[in-house]
T-cell receptor, first 111, second 111 residues
Framework: DAKTTQPTSMDCAEGRAANLPCNHS???????VYWYRQIHSQGPQYIIH???NNETNEMASLIITEDRKSSTLILPHATLRDTAVYYC????????????FGKGITLSVRP | NAGVMQNPRHLVRRRGQEARLRCSPM?????VYWYRQLPEEGLKFMVY????????ESGMPKERFSAEFPKEGPSILRIQQVVRGDSAAYFC?????????FGPGTRLTVT
């Protein structure tokens, strides 16, 4: 699976959009991009995944560049409860495979 | 529909004892994954199991660690002769299709 790199941390104001970047320049054609988050010491929570088209669900939007070498997770209206570590990872099977998590990006939402 | 359940949530063992961590996947899920998270680190994949089969154990330490997912009952991660370096949070995840759903974790402390 491709290695991903993310900034260490970022913050945003409550109510504003949070745009979390991820680089995966070595991603191969069949690898999906997944985003999970971990709030404090809880178990990670699935957010969204995609292959090449942009995706949106009730939690977030995922924008994948045309060359697929990077992506951005967008939380459209961040709340204090969105403060968490966000992990970007790739998976070559798209289903039922091990995930590799780096250190992620710590998002702090300020009031 | 109950989520992934893990027990115990906290486990304290003295060096040399055995630790048994249990994971009940979500209803209808037949794939189970175990991950370990050391303090201030990201999650590291350990093992992927389906009912009665180990599919991928590439992340398991070669000694003292074993995992099973019997036909009936929860998946078990077993650590024999624990050492202080085994102190970590152990997360189990289950899946049916694409995304993995994580349990709350078991925090193992070795004294």
């Amino acid at each position: 699976d491709a290695k991903t790199t993310q900034p260490t941390s970022m913050d945003c104001a409550e109510g504003r959009a949070a745009n979390l970047p991820c680089n995966h320049s070595t991603i191969s054609g069949n690898e999906y991009v997944y985003w999970y988050r971990q709030i404090h010491s809880q178990g990670p929570q699935y957010i969204i995944h995609g292959l090449k088209n942009n995706e949106t669900n009730e939690m977030a939007s995922l924008i994948i560049t045309e060359d697929r070498k990077s992506s951005t997770l967008i939380l459209p209206h961040a709340t204090l409860r969105d403060t968490a570590v966000y992990y970007c990872t790739t998976d070559s099977t798209g289903a039922n495979s091990k995930l590799t998590f780096g250190k992620g990006i710590t998002l702090s939402v300020r009031p | 529909n109950a989520g992934v359940m893990q027990n115990p949530r906290h486990l304290v063992r003295r060096r040399g004892q055995e630790a048994r961590l249990r994971c009940s996947p979500m209803k209808g899920h037949s794939h189970v994954y175990w991950y370990r998270q050391l303090p201030e680190e990201g999650l590291k994949f350990m093992v992927y199991l389906q009912k009665e089969n180990i599919i991928d154990e590439s992340g398991m330490p070669k000694e003292r660690f074993s995992a099973e997912f019997p036909k009936e009952g929860p998946s078990i991660l077993r650590i024999q002769q624990v050492v202080r370096g085994d102190s970590a949070a152990y997360f189990c995840a289950s899946s049916a299709k694409n995304e993995q759903y994580f349990g709350p974790g078991t925090r193992l402390t070795v004294t």
